[in-house]
């Protein structure tokens, strides 16, 4: 234990002296700010339909009566329920199906 102590706590100095050097650099200044890559012809033409199509309204369909949220849920509860039974009594085969 007493040359562990040591060893551990040297390692845990160098550690923290190696975090101080590396906050204390400071990142290079870049020379110059990058250029702007030129327009490419296309990227006119995508920005004209996109604002023509921002200008358009979108076509909306009324429906006359939604269905209720609950019998939507309940039939497609049941679906599944019955596709699930038809499964089983595949797997089960006939001897076992339920009558």
């Known amino acids: 234990m007493r040359r562990k102590l040591p ?5 845990a100095f160098a550690l923290a002296v190696l975090r101080y050097l590396r ?11 990058p250029e702007p890559e030129p327009a490419s012809p296309y990227a ?8 023509e199509s921002r200008e358009q ?3 909306h369909v009324a429906h006359d009566e939604e269905p209720s949220v ?3 849920i309940e039939e497609e509860r049941q679906r599944v329920h019955d596709q699930a039974r038809s499964v089983l009594d595949e797997m089960r085969g006939p001897e076992l199906a339920e009558p």
């Open 7 to 11: 060893l551990l706590l040297g390692f």
């Open 23 to 33: 906050r204390r650099r400071e990142p290079p200044a870049p020379e110059r700010p």
């Open 44 to 51: 006119e033409e995508l920005r004209r339909k996109l604002a």
């Open 57 to 59: 309204p979108e076509p």
């Open 70 to 72: 609950e019998a939507t």
